[in-house]
Antibody, heavy 122, light 113 residues
Framework: EVQLVQSGAEVKKPGESLKISCKGS????????IGWVRQMPGKGLEWMGI????????RYSPSFQGQVTISADKSISTAYLQWSSLKASDTAMYYC???????????????WGQGTLVTVSS | QSVLTQPPSVSGAPGQRVTISCTGS?????????VHWYQQLPGTAPKLLIY???NRPSGVPDRFSGSKSGTSASLAITGLQAEDEADYYC?????????????FGGGTKLTVL
């Protein structure tokens, strides 16, 4: 079974750093782009960026460029999303997704990780 | 403001048919890029419902169908059931920025009356 399993919920203070993870299994982790999607409380879905674990090629949505860092460790089939200095506005559910499809223009997201809830509060 | 526009809510009685629209522009749906749909049940992660405009993944009932025309797409649900009550999102690719760049609709909440 193709699966993405994310790390657990986090509660942090503003200014703190954080790195959350997403472990893939059931498929060749280095052969598919992995993306991250944000869902703020009561809001819709926003695509943040992607990484190709095979060579760590990374791209970001303009909205998130410079705000987060996406990385991967192919030796343990795990992708990461990290913040160097959290803000209250980073409070959200974060999902990792596997990009599927023949080319970027036709990509869909399947499967989704179960989500990691990040709460930033003083 | 989402790049793809969906109605905030739709509703229907059990057994009825409902449709959810997803309107884009010439830089996404109108450019020929595929539209995909996701179902998010309360308190859970989104799940792929329709890919490539009209294809159902294994396990998705044939009560769900998708279509695309011009700069819009639609999700139709027939024989509405209580378990269909969820948020539905459309997604496509957008070439208006120095990409790659994937976009979602704002989501539609389906209420089964």
């Amino acid at each position: 079974e193709v699966q993405l399993v994310q790390s657990g919920a986090e509660v942090k203070k503003p200014g703190e750093s954080l790195k959350i993870s997403c472990k893939g299994s059931g498929y060749s982790f280095t052969s598919y782009w992995i993306g991250w999607v944000r869902q703020m409380p009561g809001k819709g879905l926003e695509w943040m960026g992607i990484i190709y674990p095979g060579d760590s090629d990374t791209r970001y949505s303009p909205s998130f460029q410079g705000q987060v860092t996406i990385s991967a460790d192919k030796s343990i089939s795990t992708a990461y999303l990290q913040w160097s200095s959290l803000k209250a506005s980073d409070t959200a559910m974060y999902y990792c997704v596997r990009h599927s499809g023949s080319s970027w223009q036709y990509n869909w997201f399947d499967p989704w990780g179960q989500g990691t809830l990040v709460t930033v509060s003083s | 403001q989402s790049v793809l526009t969906q109605p905030p809510s739709v509703s229907g009685a059990p057994g009825q048919r409902v449709t959810i629209s997803c309107t884009g522009s010439s830089s996404n749906i109108g450019a020929g890029y595929d539209v995909h749909w996701y179902q998010q049940l309360p308190g859970t992660a989104p799940k792929l419902l329709i890919y490539g405009n009209s294809n159902r993944p294994s396990g998705v009932p044939d009560r769900f169908s998708g279509s695309k025309s011009g700069t819009s797409a639609s999700l139709a649900i027939t024989g509405l059931q209580a378990e269909d009550e969820a948020d539905y999102y459309c997604q496509s690719y957008d070439s208006s920025l120095s990409g790659p760049f994937w976009v979602f609709g704002g989501g539609t909440k389906l209420t089964v009356l």
